[in-house]
T-cell receptor, first 111, second 112 residues
Framework: SQQGEEDPQALSIQEGENATMNCSYK?????LQWYRQNSGRGLVHLILIRSNEREKHSGRLRVTLDTSKKSSSLLITASRAADTASYFC???????????FGSGTKLNVKP | ETGVTQTPRHLVMGMTNKKSLKCEQH?????MYWYKQSAKKPLELMFVYNFKEQTENNSVPSRFSPECPNSSHLFLHLHTLQPEDSALYLC???????????FGPGTRLTVL
């Protein structure tokens, strides 16, 4: 299976702290994406990083990709209560529009 | 919310019922997807449609029957479901050759 696996499964921090989530996958990828899901809702795309990229930024989000270790990390800086959600990584397969999602990291940001 | 809508948002059905889930995307995309999300499990890809043609069926039981009449609409027809089919069913769309998927809010299905 090419499913990404997020780590940790759950993370609880205080508002203002940084949150780091990790994703590991098993086979070669073309790109890796991170999504956010608020409780019981649809997923929202956050950022995409291609296999030839090592780091990408979007606002308070920073994503890194290490293809040699088959891992990625998502850093949310200066977290806010509104960042409370589940975060998923998704890996593609043979460049078709087919993605494998992990079980997610549940982030709780306490005000 | 994104440009992908799903109806109904909640559905309760018995095991002998027949119902349909509807998804509509207003983004001009040419690929649509059905996912199943169960508690504490990874999101499961069920079906993929590219240009209205089904390109992926991830070993989904025949009690789930997809239909894609055009590139904007996607249905999931349900019949004789089991209680373990209770889950959040998510629809998504994307533009082929771009990898970002846009998700609908989901239909929370409960099978009694």
């Amino acid at each position: 299976s090419q499913q990404g696996e997020e780590d940790p499964q759950a993370l609880s921090i205080q508002e203002g702290e940084n949150a780091t989530m990790n994703c590991s996958y098993k086979t070669s990828i073309n790109n890796l994406q991170w999504y956010r899901q608020n409780s019981g809702r649809g997923l929202v795309h956050l950022i995409l990083i291609r296999s030839n990229e090592r780091e990408k930024h979007s606002g308070r989000l920073r994503v890194t990709l290490d293809t040699s270790k088959k891992s990625s990390s998502l850093l949310i800086t200066a977290s806010r209560a509104a960042d409370t959600a589940s975060y998923f990584c998704a890996t593609d397969y043979n460049n078709f529009n087919k993605f494998y999602f992990g079980s997610g990291t549940k982030l709780n940001v306490k005000p | 919310e994104t440009g992908v809508t799903q109806t109904p948002r909640h559905l309760v059905m018995g095991m002998t019922n027949k119902k349909s889930l509807k998804c509509e995307q207003h983004l001009g995309h040419n690929a649509m997807y059905w996912y199943k999300q169960s508690a504490k499990k990874p999101l499961e890809l069920m079906f993929v449609y590219n240009f209205k043609e089904q390109t992926e069926n991830n070993s989904v039981p025949s009690r789930f029957s997809p239909e894609c009449p055009n590139s904007s609409h996607l249905f999931l027809h349900l019949h004789t479901l089991q209680p373990e089919d209770s889950a959040l069913y998510l629809c998504a769309s994307s533009q082929l050759s771009y990898n970002e998927q846009f998700f609908g809010p989901g239909t929370r299905l409960t099978v009694l």
